[in-house]
């Protein structure tokens, strides 16, 4: 006679039998994510993952929500000194050359080569513009994921109101600065609808003033080396006035600091008429929008010239080979054609991959919405985004000076020298390791 | 204080100031529950994100989404594992540490205190690495243990029952101990039931501190079905370059926060008398 617990136990092995060879041929692997857009979005992305272990049934990928892109950063960089690295991490761009200095992201080039491609051809799929971002010093770091560049939304209505013509949106500054002055409502003391609005929280504030000062013909940072932003600079001098000249001149943009999400809401209630976000939220807003907007490219004074945005797929060091070669595999399969425009057209971000756009799907979406495809045309203008040694407390630097310049407490050259010679500081053991290393220094 | 010959004036005076002080507090620290209530029953996209007047026509969809897009009720479990396990065994070592460094005598005692009081001083950031290094040695990494094992020792809460002890009478453990008590009887029969309010104030501080706690469990956790509220929340509260639907996060709030506020409402009495026993604010 078996007892019940024999038969249990029974059960409990044939089970245990029958889990086995699964779990010895599958690797387990995390990808790390962040949350860029809203809640519906972590959601598509397991499914996606889903997905992929179904059609990799020798890998077991498990998504894992790390936060903001600043947080994805902190918890990257704590596993991997606790020695539990993940086997990809969706990065922000602009953190990869930092991440590339500490040695704490590994290139990929063997395993291109194991796939018979040259580096060049690989990243050849991509749009040029991403590739200052993700390949550092000719060594491939990281594989655009999904990417975005800062737009010009404007409300039709609001346009028509004023004696506009939504159809010719502002193409320079002086153009922006004059529809703004007449965009802008007031009663009495009280601004009821503001003429434009963009984005200085932090992460935000640094990119959108990058956009203004690119498309003043600036560089921001030294795009071939870590340790060197132009900060105290007559373009960037003038982005800023720029920007607080709209804001305590003109008085048609609001003072202080605004959150991303904040600006999204205003121009959705209609108390704002023109706003310079991202691309990334162009799904959301014409999903939102209950009156006709346009896009536009950000306007310039100088040059057309937009930053890129968004996030690269990166492998940190110290993987063991079955976990790189099964984070690989899911980097590939993430990053394909169909995959890309797929998760383009749930965001709104752009896919980086060309090839995306030669599909009978993107093609009768771009058909149907228009305004994604000014998204893209804009990626002609497109510039690498600041990257530097120590990116996030660089970027701080002068993004508390912006606040601070939006909130009247200081003007915009005092604002410069400052923030220069914060961030100087902070990439001081950088330069002094490299740059000013030099020989018979001993 | 006041002169005694304005004392009559006073005397009607000031208790009309405080309460009108207390009110307009309470009324600073309502509005965000408020706005959270208000938004949280106010249809999707009707444009008025700010306003504090209930829409007129409330919906549950925001609670419904909410509710869809994480695991509540399993998020809900592991907070609660989390933050019951660490009082649980703050409770033990507090208590015990509290009773040696405030009726033991042994040589180096003030030193010990000082360097015990030195980690309220730390950041816990600065914590973050050395202490997930530590998790993942012990095997503990991407579990709840893993979450809680760092809080096993408790600096406040040592000091907290460490100061309460103290003005527990010395000569009831005397007689106590003429009576035959060892260590453990008289911590359990005459210096836990003495300082209840002490403890209850601890224990509310500590399930409340570790119930919002995000960035330590999003070091620690990766598996999806071992993530606490905070984490579940997160996913959509956290944008960097969408936009925020309001209805939904504050929905998403108010679930969070809910067994907190009740749990608040239900023993209000009961809590207010802790603190002001026990001298915190």
Redesign the interface.
């Known amino acids: 006679m078996i007892s019940w617990w024999k038969g249990a136990a029974l059960a409990l092995v044939a089970a245990a039998g029958l889990a086995a060879p699964r779990a010895a041929l599958a690797t387990d692997i ?1 990808l790390f994510f ?10 598509n992305m ?1 499914g996606l993952i889903k997905e992929f272990n179904d059609s990799h049934p020798d890998i077991k990928a ?8 600043d ?1 994805t950063l ?2 990257t ?3 991997i ?4 690295p ?1 086997a990809a991490v969706i990065m922000s761009a602009n953190f990869l050359t930092d991440l590339s200095i500490e040695r704490e992201i590994a290139p990929m080039d063997d395993l291109i080569a194991k796939e018979g491609k040259t580096s060049e051809a690989f990243m050849g799929q991509f749009f040029p513009a991403l590739l200052p971002n993700a390949v550092i010093d000719r060594k491939v770091y990281g594989v655009p994921f999904h990417n ?1 560049t800062p737009l010009l939304y404007i409300n039709a209505d609001h346009f028509r109101e004023a004696g506009l013509d939504p159809d010719t949106p502002p193409r320079n500054w002086a153009e922006l600065y004059d529809a703004a002055r007449k965009l802008t409502k007031r009663e009495g003391d009280r601004t009821t609808r503001w003429g434009l609005m963009m984005p200085s929280n932090y ?2 504030g640094g990119w959108i003033l990058e956009a203004l000062t690119m498309s003043n013909g600036g560089q921001y940072y030294n795009r071939d080396y870590g340790g060197e932003v132009y900060y105290d600079t007559p373009t960037m001098l003038g982005a800023l006035t720029f920007w607080s000249d709209l804001v305590h001149k003109a008085k048609v943009h609001p003072a202080g600091e605004q959150k ?2 904040a600006v ?2 205003a121009f ?3 108390q704002a008429s023109m706003m310079i ?2 691309t ?2 162009l799904t ?2 014409r999903d ?1 929008a ?1 009156f006709p907007f346009k896009v536009a490219f950000v306007p310039m004074n100088v040059r057309q010239a937009v930053p890129i ?1 968004g996030a690269s797929l990166v492998q940190p060091t110290g993987l063991s080979p079955e976990k790189r070669a099964a984070g690989w595999t899911l980097i590939q399969w993430l990053t394909s054609a169909e995959k890309s425009g797929w998760w383009s057209r749930a ?1 709104g971000y752009f896919a980086p991959n060309k090839a995306a756009y030669d599909l009978a799907e993107m093609k009768a979406f771009l058909e149907k919405n228009p305004d994604a495809k000014i998204a893209v045309d804009q990626l002609a203008n497109a510039q690498p985004w600041f990257a530097t040694y120590r990116t996030v407390p660089v970027r701080k630097a002068i993004e508390d000076e912006l606040q601070a310049v939006l909130s009247g407490k200081r003007q915009p050259k005092e604002a410069l020298t400052a923030a220069q010679k914060a961030a100087d500081a902070l990439m001081r053991p950088y330069v002094e390791d490299t740059a000013l290393r030099l020989p018979g220094a001993e | 204080m006041s002169a005694p010959s304005s004392g009559p004036v006073t005397r009607e005076v000031t208790p009309s100031i405080a309460r009108f002080v207390v009110a307009g507090l309470a009324l600073v620290w309502a509005v965000p529950f408020w706005w959270m209530l208000v938004a949280a029953f106010r249809p999707a996209g009707s444009g008025a994100d700010a306003s504090l007047l209930p829409s007129l026509t409330p919906t549950l969809a925001n609670f419904a989404e909410a509710w869809a897009s994480a695991d509540f009720p399993l998020y809900f479990l592991n907070s609660l594992v989390i933050c019951a396990g660490i009082l649980a065994v703050q409770l033990v070592t507090a208590s015990l540490a509290g009773y040696v460094f405030a009726r033991l005598e042994f040589p180096g005692r003030g030193f010990l205190f000082g360097l015990f009081l030195v980690q309220l001083m730390l950041v816990p950031v600065v914590l973050l690495v050395p202490n997930l290094k530590t998790i993942a040695a012990l095997g503990l990494y991407d579990t709840l243990p893993g979450v809680m094992a760092p809080y096993c020792a408790t600096a406040f809460g040592t000091f907290l029952m460490r100061q309460s002890f103290r003005e527990v009478p010395r000569e009831l453990e005397d007689a106590a101990m003429i009576d035959g008590a060892g260590w453990w009887a008289r911590i359990r029969l005459i210096y836990l039931p003495l300082t209840k309010p002490a403890l209850v104030a601890f224990s509310i501080v500590s399930v409340t501190s570790h119930w919002n706690e995000f960035l330590w469990p999003l070091m620690v956790i990766n598996s999806p079905d071992r993530r606490p509220l905070t984490l579940g929340l997160a996913s959509f509260t956290l944008s960097a370059e969408g936009m925020q639907a309001w209805g939904l996060i504050a929905a998403g709030t108010f679930l969070v926060s809910l067994p907190l506020l009740a749990a608040f409402l239900i023993f209000q009495r009961r809590f207010v008398n802790s603190f002001l026993a026990s001298g915190i604010k």
Do not use: N
């Open positions: 995390e962040p949350v860029p857009v809203d809640g519906a979005l972590a959601r397991s498990t998504p894992v929500f790390t936060g903001s892109y947080d902190l918890k960089r704590a596993a000194k606790a020695g539990k993940p975005s992460d935000y991303g999400p999204t809401g959705l209630a209609g976000i991202s990334g939220s959301f807003i939102t209950k945005g965001t």
